[in-house]
């Protein structure tokens, strides 16, 4: 894989990629494994660099105190031709991770640790500022498509509602 078509690396010059990967450790993880699990505490950000897995959400209603834990919806399936990285989210802030994330094949991962970033960032405030905008594109990109489905969906729930009460 070329690393300048990763898209956390968009705008970096070569010997800054290098900087980011001499951070990094790499992670082999087998068909079916869970590399993310929902809910868990993580600050890791995880590279695809080889292979395909899905992005999956709990879908769950809340009655009350009663929770109802329906089954897992896959929101996307990210391949490591497109240049993708996961669990920003926790990466740049302290949360629990939103969704699980699943190897559909056999991948090859780059992990950086936050830790390891915010060091890294502090003696190379360019790079610091180009992985955080990139990341925040990427985000935003991710935002409004989230929008959009909702979006979707709540027009369908509409249509349905109003057919049934005809």
Avoid: W
């Amino acid at each position: 894989m070329n690393l300048e078509n990763i898209l956390l690396f968009k705008g970096l010059g070569k010997k800054q990629i290098e900087k980011m990967l001499s951070v990094a450790t790499t992670k082999e993880i087998p068909a079916g494994e869970i590399i993310i699990q929902e809910g868990e505490r993580g600050s890791s950000l995880y590279i695809l660099e080889k292979g395909t897995v899905d992005i999956l959400k709990s879908i769950m209603l809340k009655m009350g105190d009663y929770i109802v834990k329906d089954k897992m919806r896959k929101l996307a399936r990210l391949e490591a031709e497109m240049g993708v990285f996961f669990g920003e989210m926790a990466f740049i802030g302290e949360d629990e991770r939103s969704a699980t994330v699943k190897a559909v094949t056999d991948c090859t991962l780059s992990v950086i640790h936050r830790e390891d970033f915010e060091k890294l960032a502090e003696g190379d405030c360019e790079l610091g500022y180009v992985v955080i905008k990139n990341i925040a594109e990427t985000l935003s990109h991710r935002l409004k498509q989230a929008n959009e489905d909702v979006a979707k969906l709540t027009t369908a729930l509409s249509l349905a509602l109003s057919r049934k009460q005809k």
